[in-house]
């Protein structure tokens, strides 16, 4: 393609969106009428999607998105997308939902809509089931591993009290590493580390003792699809209620879902 | 390009470069004492011991020297609490240190031994001499002086080497230039630093062991 192409393509785009936001129908009225609903999916982002042994997409995202699908009643078509690409491929139309492990902040607000939060993201300190820590304090004189320069780390050196020993180490497998060699009983660090230890070794799962930063995922949408979001939002609303999404959650992060989401 | 150096983001961290760099005076310190002493053991063993225990410093001095340092240490610290001995990150740093230099400097001074020739133990034998006296001051003694530049040389590169440790999080001069420059992103000046720290404590290194080599075997 060359570059007059790629702007007249881009001017018609702009052109289209422009009339299509007053005149066209639903978004949602759409997806029923054509009995599919298509959904970007992350393709590189183990356990929320990764290649399965036959190259589908599969992981917590890609249940989310069947589930939805199954709720509507439509036929669910996954998108593979990358971290980059994934808000312009809805801005294109190319699909009628992300949900790729996105999180929310203000520039992603200002042109797409996100639903309520389906799938939890942090970082937080995490520890052994029976130990008791509920607050940076009852860190005092106990020793926490987590990875140099990370942001957890850098958080928990601001947070923790005085008494409290921040082994550092090089990096994600050595911090993880002393955890399972048992040189450390605490660790900070994400909740998808997190889940990777317990499914490698779930006789010395690290559960999570309190979060750090909390930066859940959301499902993203284009703006004015007010139908959509609403009805999203009751899928997930349901999915919590039944125990659908801590279905999903224990199944790919080895962690019910949190209270907070 | 332009490129701004500023050292004075350093400033604020001066503490936690002077600890790591008393971690890694005491570190070589104490592995070179203990692992000198560890390896002297050793070349006893290999040439006047007795056959078994020869066997077994053989096989250490073998499994040692040909394997990295950074896998015994992690070795030490990752594997061994597997069999139920679990030592903290300072241990296992010390532990490694000194089973390291304990089986290099165990055949540098083999080598010292066994140049020395036969005659001088069979005079000793003939003055009465006991076989630790003989070992003590005839054997031992020659043997240190003959080899002492390379043991020198391989005290400075365990030194050097100890910047590994820092990998299991013992809080040496690497781990603190570490640190520091995953606070401040200043890598080109912590690094500077920190190699500059490490030139200044091979050569006040080789200055003190120059000056133990004169007063403990002065020359004629």
Known sequence: MNIRKIALSLSLAAAAAAFSAGARADALDDVMKAKVIRIAVPQDFAPFGSAGPDLKPVGYDIDMANLIGKELGVKVEVVPVNSANRIPYLQTKKVELVISSLGKNEEREKVIAFSNAYAPFFQGVFGLKDAKIAKPEDLAGKTVGATRGSIEEQEITKLAPPTATIKRYEDNNATIASFLSGQVDIIATGNIVAAAIAEKSPGRAPVSKFVIKDSPCFVGMNKGEDKLLAKVNEIIAKAKADGELNKISEKWLKAPIPASI | ?220
């Not at chain 2, 983001?9 to 104490?30: E, H, K, M, R, S």
């Not at chain 2, 570490?178 to 200055?207: D, G, H, K, M, P």
């Open chain 2, 1 to 220: 390009m332009k490129f701004a150096l500023n050292f004075s983001d350093l400033l604020p961290y001066w503490n936690v470069i002077l600890a790591g760099l008393i971690f890694t005076i005491v570190l070589t310190a104490v592995s070179t004492v203990v692992g000198v002493a560890l390896g002297t053991a050793c070349a006893w063993a290999r040439t006047f011991g007795p056959t078994w225990a020869g066997a077994i410093v053989r096989g250490y001095v073998e499994v040692i020297r040909n394997t990295p340092f950074i896998v015994q240490l992690f070795f030490i610290f990752f594997g061994l609490p597997a069999l139920g001995l679990k030592l903290d990150e300072t241990t296992a740093a010390f532990l490694t240190m000194v089973i390291n230099l304990g089986a290099y400097s165990a055949e540098i001074i083999r080598a010292g031994i066994k140049a020395v020739p036969a005659g001088h133990i069979e005079a000793g034998d003939s003055l009465a001499m006991t076989r630790f006296e003989i070992f003590r001051h005839i054997v031992l003694k020659q043997a240190f002086q003959k080899v002492y530049p390379a043991l020198s040389s391989q005290i400075i590169i365990v030194m050097l080497g100890s910047s590994v440790v820092s990998q299991i999080s013992a809080e040496d001069l690497t781990y603190a230039a570490n640190f520091v420059q995953s606070r401040n992103f200043r890598a080109f000046e912590v690094y500077v630093v920190a190699a500059l720290l490490y030139l200044l404590l091979a050569i006040v290194a080789r200055f003190i062991l120059r000056g133990v080599g004169r007063l403990a075997f002065p020359k004629g």
